[in-house]
């Protein structure tokens, strides 16, 4: 597609339960970044990807949280054990890595909304 | 380590009356700077940003932002607010374009109402 696409637009879920939140970013956008919007928050950074690689994780907030990205497209956000807290927008991000076509931008897309009951 | 701080979460204008956001901001290095929308159940949208030249930079929807570095701010204005400017606004800075990436760091929105 021609732009960021994000599943499950919205997930409920029971606490203590795991979460998959899947981002796929625009074709050719090597770098992937995923941020967290809580209600009356801003966006929280989360982690980065080079490639497959996490350059910067440094924004998950517990050991809960992982994520991973497979052939440099594709990634997936993993939440296990959800607790009300975790309870947000997922907003994923992408850009590209070269100096022609990186112009310091982030394109973004719709998020996913996750509410733990 | 850089930070952004929006002046007021919320903001109310009136229908043709212009649209002042307030955005400040730190950083170590020369910034990038990005002015954010989002519209209800949206994603974020780029409105403008400035990188290096010229200091007033123009936008979509007839926004603009001067970038102050004596006062490290990056206001963004619209002489006259449109009912559909009604959406939340988000001022960013990032290092440039580095290698390890355009990581922003968001201010924590402020939100336009706008009243007819």
């Known amino acids: 597609g021609a732009g960021v696409s994000q599943s499950p637009s919205n997930k409920v879920t029971e606490k203590g339960k795991d979460v998959e939140l899947r981002c796929d970013p625009i074709?050719?956008?090597?770098?992937l970044y995923w941020y967290r919007q809580s209600l009356g928050q801003g966006l929280e950074f989360l982690i980065y990807f080079q490639g497959n690689s996490a350059p910067d994780k440094s924004g998950l907030p517990s050991d809960r949280f992982s994520a991973e990205r497979t052939g440099g497209s594709v990634s997936t956000l993993t939440i296990q054990r959800t607790q009300q807290e975790d309870s947000a927008v997922y907003l994923c991000a992408s850009s590209p890595s070269d100096r022609v076509y990186n112009t310091g931008e982030l394109f973004f897309g719709e998020g996913s909304r996750l509410t733990v009951l | 380590a850089q930070s952004v701080t929006q002046l007021g979460s919320h903001v109310s204008v009136s229908e043709g009356a212009l649209v002042l956001l307030r955005c400040n901001y730190s950083?170590?290095?020369?910034?990038?700077l990005f002015w954010y929308v989002q519209y209800p159940n949206q994603g974020l949208q780029l409105l403008l940003k400035?990188?290096?030249?010229?200091?007033l930079v123009k936008g979509i929807n007839g926004f603009e932002a001067e970038f102050k570095k004596s006062e490290t701010s990056f206001h963004l204005t619209k002489p006259s607010a449109h009912m559909s400017d009604a959406a939340e606004y988000f001022c960013a800075v990032s290092e440039g374009i580095k290698a390890a990436g355009n990581k922003l760091t968001f201010g924590g929105g402020t939100r336009v109402l706008v009243k007819p």
């Open positions: 074709s050719g956008h090597t770098a």
């Open positions: 400035y990188t290096t030249g010229a200091t």
């Open positions: 950083s170590s290095v020369p910034p990038y």
